[in-house]
């Protein structure tokens, strides 16, 4: 075996050796060869990972070190921290754990621009959420994450009660935004996509500045209405936004959940690197 590139006058070396004398299929293949061997798919990086190592405490962060959440509001006659657990959805999140959202429990911390900008762009959040109770009120409702500034809800992905009256089987996934002239632009995922009770469901949520796709364990939606990016206020325009996970208002139409697991993501992932994120530990 001789490289051609290496007989030749420029002094160039070859990464792969061909035959001397060759026929065109032996350089694919062995050009085939070579990059399945040295060209690995890279797997896209989220800006924020919670996985809750801590297993106890007033305060998680993200695996980045971006953003440090406390756990409920430590107003001494106001606690509403969610709980510890240690269940966990799949066995490669071993030594990570969970956190249970009861009533008005709710996570927060004050968050940097650069942060806040993610959600008023192409992004996609996805989580592992598992539904815990049952619940009467119309329009029930967790929230998995949200951007606030004072008592605006500036962004949120939730997870809704949307059967009206109906016997509720489970929750549907929302993307919902505030306008740039403060009037709600939410997406809904189809009726049809609903969150299981009592079991550990892969989450997602993709938005590419003007659709929304949602993910359930695998099964896709595409929400046939639109919200362009240039219609949304500007989140990162808002001094010192506030990250929030878990409760969504004041009142208490929450719907207790357990989360584990929650990426940001600062593009809109495709179904394949979705799927790649719900494999991946």
């Known amino acids: 075996m001789k490289s051609r590139i290496e007989e030749g006058t420029s002094g160039t070396k070859s990464i792969f050796n061909v035959p001397s004398r060759c026929c065109p299929r032996t350089i694919r293949l062995?050009?085939?060869?070579?990059?399945?061997?040295?060209?690995?798919?890279?797997?896209?990086e989220p800006q924020l990972r919670f996985q809750f190592p801590e297993g106890g405490g007033t305060e998680t962060s993200d695996?980045?070190?971006?953003?440090?959440?406390?756990?409920?509001?430590?107003d001494p006659n106001t606690v509403t921290r969610p709980t510890w657990s240690n269940e966990i959805p799949y066995d490669g999140a071993k030594g990570n754990h969970s956190l249970l959202f009861d009533k008005e429990d709710f996570a927060s911390a004050i968050v940097s621009n650069d942060i806040a900008a993610i959600f008023s762009r192409p992004f996609t959040i996805t989580a592992w959420v598992k539904l815990t109770g049952e619940s009467d009120i119309d329009l029930s409702s967790s929230t998995v994450l949200s951007i606030w500034y004072a008592q605006n809800k500036l962004f949120s992905f939730e997870m809704r009660d949307l059967n009206k009256g109906e016997e509720m089987n489970g929750l549907r996934p929302i993307l919902a935004f505030m306008g740039k002239d403060e009037a709600p632009r939410t997406l809904y995922a189809s009726r049809k996509m609903i969150l299981p009770l009592g079991e550990w469901t892969f989450i997602a949520a993709s938005y590419d500045g003007s659709k929304a796709t949602f993910y359930v364990n695998g099964i896709t939606s595409t929400c046939g209405e639109e919200v362009n990016a240039d219609q949304l206020s500007p989140v990162e325009s808002f001094a010192d936004p506030e990250l929030r996970m878990g409760r969504n208002t004041s009142n208490t139409e929450v719907f207790p959940f357990m989360v584990s697991d929650v990426r940001v993501f600062a593009s809109a992932l495709s179904e394949s690197e979705i799927e790649e994120v719900s494999s991946s530990k």
């Open 30 to 44: 062995a050009l085939l060869s070579f990059l399945l061997t040295h060209c690995v798919a890279v797997a896209a």
């Open 63 to 74: 695996s980045q070190g971006n953003v440090r959440l406390t756990l409920g509001n430590l």
